[in-house]
């Protein structure tokens, strides 16, 4: 006698993330608006190109470069294959010096803790220091609608905030802003701001400097998040440039950091690669002006009350994609956006997501899913893509992004059903896989000279060419295919006669 | 050498001329080109967009054109097409092939190059005996520039060219926007860069833009055309294949 067990059923995933992971309409759409505004593409033109020639110079000083590459996309990939351990150990180092470890699984789990904590102190305010975690899980918005105001204290967070809009890039929220633009949101939205207030950075800096210092020195609780945290010791890690992050990190009562939990790092010094890795990435600084390291509750010393809140939304997911997991290596530096040809034009808006650019093409479809409905926006943006490999030659930590974006489309077609795309594919794939076909599909597409205006060129194409005809013209098929010419009596004189080329005397020249 | 010939399914049917000019150089330069009938197309198209299935024929059908041990290497007068051989290729049979056409595939990866890298790197020349007395830009193609990392190799060649007037292309690693379905399913973003490219392509004032890749020429020379641009694309190989005696007559169109 024998027991049907049945068929094996694959493990059950982790839920998808939630909160900024997902766009209201599809990458197309969102991008053809943002493309109209000439503005905007003066910005970010401008922007990417500084800071792309910046990055190279920095990168390419260091003849250890690829090294560090190596070495960083090594210590990530170990620390994502044993990301349950590691994270256990940073519970325990963090525990032991005074911390409170909260793990949450998603994004209102983890809104929900950090109100519960902001509460718990009496406080009504928090400061922030900049984080994706916290844009990705939309705290802001929570806290004010629980009653509590959170202050944003990055300048261009800040921004951000004041303007009631979105970041659009990783590491320069306010990227799509230029100063004129700046002047105004502060002008409106800055209590007591001098009138006065002219467009000069170093002006608007002050601005900015002086509404934020009175929030420092009254606010009891902040929020951070976190670059990196370390297993073996406990320690968080935070990099910038202001200072308004040291200034959070030490100077309030009760400091809170919400951190993703592919952020772990086995060792402290693991440190020394991505210290060296990040700024040249991200800044295309030597050094990032501020960096904070933490460990606990020092007595006496900076917070004395200390919150790890540890957030998955939706990581455990990616992580059982055996290809797509590479997108947890990602640290944030926001390189690939710099370079990509299609964020330079496009802006983060378009991507719909808090993580845009190519790093967020990959990373918010695992993170959110892309199936979670009909048309879902998160399923346009592995498109959104030219394949041109920018971005992989600039990830600090090696992570092949055009690679992912194809394992994405393959698997977004493999969860789809029959589209009037899939049966075209289809039906191309039957008639180029028998060559007597193929042959006779080529003499069919000679027709097209017929529609070719008297220049030989095509003017106009139907849907779904017409994207391509609206500023492109198509060259008419030509009389005769290679194939043909290449059999025929014409095709093999040429050959002939190419073989007796008296320039063909010069074929011994060999490289020198 | 006995060398096979991958026209490209685009190359066959819609840019035969720069698959003609491929065979003609090898063969004056002393080799013997072979064009095995049964090939069609790599599959480049299908994987990109996101279909792994539907084109395991076509690897195999490339596998099976290819493999036989008397072609000594196989050569295609695209970046793209050969990153897909050697690159897409094995990811394919990996996950939908069985045994034989893995092996397969990986033996045909292993002796396929794009036209500069056989030409520099297995045949060892830089100097063709090329003649074109033209102002020429040259445009490197993602897939060459950064699957296949072809570097300096298109040129190499073309500095070696006689009469030539070889200037640099301004932002000439940036993409073109082409981009296979992209240039369809994401049409404004690809046209704002082409219009960039065009843009540098015009300022260099050059009579030709040259590249290895008949498709993004197709991009390029589409969008030249569009505009009345007086400068007109062809592939690399018409530069690398005319000589004195029977040199590319340059025509009206640009695409």
């Known amino acids: ?512 | 050498m006995r060398i096979g010939l991958f026209a490209t399914c685009l190359g066959d049917t819609l840019f035969p001329d720069a698959v003609k000019a491929t065979a003609i150089l090898l063969t004056r330069l002393g080799h013997e080109v072979v064009f095995p009938p049964g090939q069609t197309c790599c599959g480049q198209m299908h994987i990109n967009t996101g279909y792994q299935r539907e084109p395991v024929p076509l690897v195999r059908n490339f596998a099976d054109a290819f493999g036989d041990a008397s072609i000594e290497a196989v050569v295609m007068p695209s970046g793209s097409c050969a990153g897909s051989v050697r690159h897409q290729h094995p990811i394919v049979a990996e996950r939908y092939g069985e045994p034989a056409l893995r092996a397969g595939v990986d033996a045909v990866a292993a002796k396929t190059y794009e036209l500069s890298e056989l030409l520099v790197d297995v045949l060892g020349v830089t100097r063709v005996g090329a003649y074109f007395p033209h102002r020429v830009t040259y445009h490197p193609t993602c897939h060459s520039l950064r699957m296949l990392r072809v570097g300096d190799k298109p040129l190499r060649l073309l500095r070696e060219v006689e009469g030539i007037d070889l200037v640099e292309l301004p932002g000439a690693d940036s993409c073109c926007g082409f981009g296979g379905t992209f240039a369809l399913k994401n049409a404004e973003t690809s046209t704002a860069m082409l219009h960039d490219k065009s843009d540098n392509i015009t300022a260099t004032g050059a009579d030709v833009c040259t590249a290895g890749d008949s498709s993004c020429l197709m991009h390029i020379g589409g969008g030249l055309s569009r505009i009345r641009s007086r400068t007109r694309t062809l592939h690399l190989a018409r530069i690398l294949a005319a000589t004195r005696t029977t040199p590319d007559v340059l025509t009206e169109a640009s695409v």
């Open chain 1, 1 to 512: 006698m024998s027991t049907f067990l049945g068929m094996p059923a694959p493990p059950p995933r982790s839920p998808y993330g939630t909160g900024n992971l997902r766009g209201d309409r599809a990458f197309p759409r969102a991008a053809r608006d943002e493309l109209g505004n000439d503005q905007l593409r003066r910005n970010l033109g401008r922007a990417t190109g500084t800071i792309r020639a910046k990055r190279l110079n920095v990168t390419g000083e260091l003849p250890d470069w690829e090294a560090l590459r190596d070495a960083g996309s090594a210590i990530k990939t170990d620390a994502m294959n044993r990301l349950p351990e590691l994270l256990e150990q940073l519970e325990r180092r963090v525990t032991e010096r005074g911390g409170t470890v909260h793990w949450a699984r998603d994004a209102a789990e983890a809104n929900t803790i950090v109100a519960r904590l902001v509460r718990a102190t009496g406080s009504d305010e928090v400061i922030k220091v900049k984080s994706m975690a916290t844009q990705e899980t939309g705290l802001n918005e929570y806290l004010e609608s629980v009653g509590i105001t959170p202050y944003e204290t990055d300048l261009a967070e800040l921004i951000v905030q004041l303007a009631d809009d979105k970041p659009s890039h990783i590491l320069v929220p306010a990227i799509h802003r230029n100063r004129d633009e700046i002047r105004q949101i502060f002008l409106d939205r800055i209590p007591g701001v001098d009138p006065e207030l002219d467009n000069v950075p170093a002006h608007l800096a002050a601005a900015a400097r002086s509404y934020l210092r009175e929030k420092f020195l009254t606010t009891k609780v902040a929020v951070s998040g976190a670059n990196f945290g370390i297993a073996e010791t406990g320690t968080l890690a935070v990099v910038e440039s202001e200072g308004n992050g040291r200034m959070c990190l030490t100077l309030p009562n009760t400091l809170i950091t919400v951190m993703g939990i592919e952020k772990v790092l086995p060792r402290y010094q693991d440190l020394e690669v991505f210290f060296q890795l990040l700024p040249r990435s991200s800044t295309g600084e030597r050094m990032n002006p501020y960096t904070s390291l933490w460990t606990g509750v020092t007595p006496g010393d900076g917070p004395q009350h200390f919150h790890l809140v540890l957030l998955d939304n939706g990581r455990t997911a990616a992580l059982a994609d055996v290809i797509g997991r590479a997108a947890l290596n990602c640290i944030r530096c926001s390189a690939c956006l710099n370079v990509c040809p299609v964020y330079e034009r496009t802006g983060g808006h378009a991507y719909g997501s808090t993580y845009p650019g190519p790093i967020g093409a990959v990373l918010t479809p695992q993170l959110a899913g892309m199936h979670a409905a009909k048309d879902d926006p998160n399923s346009s943006l592995p498109y959104a893509s030219s394949l041109c490999g920018a971005c992989f030659d600039a990830c600090p930590v090696k992570i092949d992004i055009p690679s992912l974006l194809v394992e994405l489309r393959h698997q977004h077609t493999e969860q789809t059903g029959l589209t009037p795309e899939k049966l075209a594919m289809k039906a191309a794939a039957a008639v180029m896989r028998r060559p007597s076909l193929y042959a006779a599909a080529q003499k069919a597409s000679a027709l097209g000279r017929v529609v070719a205006g008297r220049d030989g060129t095509i003017s106009r194409l139907p849907p779904p060419l017409s994207g391509w005809s609206d500023s492109r013209d198509t060259a008419a098929p030509p009389r005769e295919t290679f194939r043909s010419w290449f059999a025929s009596e014409e095709g093999r004189a040429t050959l002939r006669a190419a073989a007796t080329d008296p320039n063909s005397e010069q074929k011994g020249e060999e490289t020198a």
